[in-house]
Every structure is written in structure tokens, then in C-alpha cells.
């Protein structure tokens, strides 16, 4: 899928103006054309295009005519004579066959394709890399919310404990497990505090803008195993669509024209050739001369030392190697469809099975406290009830960012990666509490 053809039309989109350098809250759209305007990774692809484009008309250059100009001044002293000489000519060389020159202005159209459709990928991982430090974000809070959730409340069965124990009603063995326990907790607050510090700072470097908070994925998102399982249909769009494949494609085809031009250094070139030449001071009874030329230059290559051949051999194993390039981008897409259709459905699974691990273990959490409260279970039995329903709620949250993360991978693996999903996703966000 070929979308945002024109560079200018990457930047076509309603562009926010009138940010601070300082953004309090972020929705996912708001990023993306943050990252439009300032990433640098684009920026620099849309330059590499420019430079790319360039191919085309140099290339043409060798088939279209070529015109020059030359002019000289000269004083002349002989021993019956002195006087000023002065002319001037114009010649006009226009191919009429030239094999290495058509195979050459064939590679630049294809050079030129390769670096528009390399430009197309750039402006696809840009989505995937908004995506993903979006994700980094929400993943990082969910898990520093959960972290402070079971601090408070291990901290809670600290206090409990520590009065129970003041009276003598547990051992001070069950304080220290307590007290570890909570110790434990408090680590992991303070390396998720740090982790979502860490991910506002991969978003500010993506999008130029500084967030203290994004809005967060609705419990409502859809996650679904794609359709259908199995991978053939997906493979098909894939090697169709794949863009880092098409890339290596028009590598290997590229490579076939330069190596064709190499070989064609050996044809000779037929030339239509046309001039006028002007000459003004000389010894002659007629001070002026004037001289128009039309005709065909034939010129047949014999020998270069060696170099001809030398060249063609060497374009001849970059072309080996540009068609190697080409079956391993093939057998790479290949694969990489697969595991991400895998995941997918690997991850649809997951996301239902943590879900009712959390339901089953906040039962096994209750039956624990009342066990607790009858003596039949002690403190060490509801800690890991505690730390066991905090680590599913955690293992639900990163599942779910999982799936949304290998989608937007599986469609930039297709090559169908766009803007719209941006929006899409951005549905599904809601508003961060104030």
C-alpha cells in the first residue's frame, strides 16, 4: 500500500499550532502530528526521498541533447604579421543509440521509485513508533498504579500485623515476613515511578513536546485474533504489500540495469552531432569565417585497459548480491508475518485467560483473608494471595498493550500501516483523570 505519496502531503493533515514547550495531558492524535512536524527520523527520510528523486532526471540527462558553448581570444605575432584572433563555437549532441545510456535512465526510474517508497516506510514507522511509546507510556502508569496499589495495601497487612503482634497474637516471624514483604513492594513502586519516567521521556524525544500525562485505553478496546487464523491470505498481502520487500526488490532491479548499462560499454554509440563555428582575425583576404556542420559520430569502444570488463563483472556480482538481499527480504517477511499473526493470536488468548485469573484470583484472596481471620491460614498465606492477584492484574494490563502493539506491527508488516489507524486507536483512548 503506497499512502502519502507526495512528501508535502505527509504534512497535509490539520497540524496543531499554539503548543507550549510544556503539555500537561496528550491524546495519541495530538502526538502523532507533534511527530509529524518534529521527528527528526522523518525528516531526514523526506531529505534521503529528495536526494533519491534526483535520480530520474540525471539519468535522463544522458539521453536528451547536449549543448555547449566555447569561445577564445587570442593575439597572434608572426614575423610578417600581428593582429587579434577571436571566435567562438556552438555544438548540439544529441544520442541516437546509446545501450548503456537507455539501461542507465531505466535504473534512475527505478532508483527514483525505491526512494519514494523508502520515504512511504519511514512515514509508516513513524505510526508504529508513536504507537509504541504511546503503549511504553500507558504500560509503564498501569503498571506503577498497580505497584502503589499493592504498596497501600501490603502496607495495610503491615499495620494489621504489627498491632496483632504488640498484643501477642501472631510471632514476630509473621511481622518480618510483613515487613519483607512490604520492603518488596516499595521496590517495585520505586523501579515503575522510574520505568514511567523513562517512557515520558522516549515520547518527548519522538514528538519534541514534554507530557506529564496521556489519556489511557478504554477496558472496552476490542482484542480479537485476526481473520482468518490461518496464514496463507495474510502471506499473500504481505509479500504484495510488504514495503521493506519492495524496497529490496527495486534494489535487485536496479542493480539488473546498472549491470546491463556496465555490459553495454562494449556496444558502439551513434551520435548526432551539429555545430557552427566562428573565427574573426586571420591573414585570409575575408577577416571572418563561418562554418555550420551537421552529421553522425560513430564511436566503437576497442580497448580501456581492461577497466570495461573489470566493471561489468563487479556490477555483475552486486546484481548476485542485490537478488540474495532481495530472497532473504522475502524469507524475513515471511517469517515475521507469521510469529506476528502467531502472537495475535497468542495474545487474544492470554488476554482472556489473565482476565479470569484476576477474577479467580481476587476469590482466592477473599477465601485466604477469611481463612486468616478463623486461624486457618496465616499471614504468609494471604501475602501471596495479595502479591499473586497484583501480578495477574499486572501480566492483563502489558497483555493488552501487547496485542495493540504486535496489531500495528502486523499491519506495517502488510504495508497497510496509515494515519486512519492512528485515528482509529485514538477512539479507544479515554481522558486522564484530573
Not at 498484643?167 to 509473621?174: E, F, H, N, Q, R
Not at 515476613?177 to 520505568?195: H, K, M, P
Not at 477496558?219 to 498481502?237: M, N, R
Not at 497483555?399 to 495493540?404: P, Q, T, Y
Request: glycine share 4%.
Amino acid at each position: 500500500m503506497a499512502f502519502l505519496k507526495s512528501p508535502l502531503m505527509t504534512y497535509a493533515l490539520v497540524l496543531f499550532a499554539g503548543h507550549s514547550s510544556t503539555v500537561l495531558a496528550g491524546d495519541l492524535a495530538d502526538i502523532y502530528q507533534q511527530a509529524l512536524k518534529n521527528d527528526p527520523q522523518l525528516k531526514s527520510a523526506e531529505a534521503n526521498y529528495r536526494a533519491g528523486s534526483e535520480a530520474l532526471p540525471q539519468a535522463r540527462a544522458g539521453l536528451l541533447p547536449q549543448a555547449s558553448l566555447s569561445a577564445d581570444t587570442r593575439k597572434i605575432d608572426t614575423d610578417t604579421a600581428e593582429y587579434n584572433n577571436h571566435g567562438y563555437t556552438v555544438s548540439l549532441t544529441q544520442p541516437v543509440f546509446d545501450a548503456s545510456a537507455w539501461f542507465t535512465f531505466k535504473q534512475g526510474q527505478i532508483l527514483t521509485e525505491q526512494a519514494l517508497t523508502q520515504f512511504e516506510l519511514a512515514q509508516q514507522s513513524l505510526i508504529q513508533r508513536t504507537v509504541e511509546a504511546y503503549l511504553g507510556v500507558l504500560n509503564a502508569d498501569s503498571q506503577l498504579e498497580t505497584a502503589l496499589a499493592q504498596e497501600r495495601a501490603i502496607k495495610r497487612r503491615l499495620d494489621q500485623v504489627n498491632a496483632q503482634f504488640e498484643v501477642g497474637l501472631i510471632a514476630s516471624t509473621d511481622v518480618q515476613e510483613a515487613q519483607a514483604t512490604y520492603d518488596n513492594a516499595l521496590v517495585t513502586r520505586i523501579s515503575a515511578q522510574g520505568d514511567l519516567d523513562n517512557s515520558y521521556e522516549a515520547l518527548e524525544r519522538l514528538s519534541g513536546e514534554s507530557y506529564q500525562r496521556v489519556s489511557s485505553l478504554s477496558a472496552d478496546y476490542p482484542i480479537a485474533a485476526p481473520v482468518p487464523a490461518a496464514p496463507a491470505e495474510w502471506l499473500e498481502k504481505a509479500w504484495q504489500g510488504n514495503l521493506s520487500l519492495k524496497i529490496a526488490r527495486f534494489g535487485s532491479e536496479s542493480a539488473r540495469h546498472a549491470a546491463q548499462a556496465a555490459r553495454s560499454d562494449h556496444l558502439p554509440v551513434l551520435s548526432l552531432t551539429a555545430g557552427h563555428d566562428y573565427d574573426s582575425g586571420n591573414l585570409s583576404f575575408d577577416d571572418q569565417s563561418k562554418t555550420d556542420s551537421i552529421g553522425l559520430t560513430l564511436s566503437v569502444p576497442l580497448y580501456s585497459g581492461g577497466a570495461t570488463e573489470s566493471r561489468s563483472r563487479q556490477l555483475q556480482y552486486a546484481l548476485q548480491q542485490a537478488q540474495f538481499d532481495e530472497e532473504d527480504a522475502l524469507r524475513n517477511v515471511t517469517q515475521t508475518t507469521r510469529s506476528l499473526l502467531r502472537n495475535l493470536n497468542t495474545n487474544a488468548l492470554r488476554v482472556d485467560a489473565l482476565k479470569q485469573s484476576i477474577r479467580s484470583s481476587e476469590l482466592a484472596l477473599k477465601a485466604t483473608e477469611e481463612g486468616y481471620r478463623v486461624g486457618t491460614r496465616n499471614v504468609v498465606d494471604v501475602l501471596q494471595a495479595e502479591q499473586q492477584l497484583y501480578s495477574a492484574k499486572r501480566d492483563y494490563a502489558s497483555a493488552r498493550f501487547d496485542f495493540v502493539s504486535n496489531l500495528i506491527s502486523f499491519k506495517l508488516q502488510l504495508g497497510t500501516l496509515s494515519p486512519e489507524d492512528i485515528n482509529t486507536l485514538d477512539g479507544w483512548l479515554e481522558n486522564p483523570a484530573q
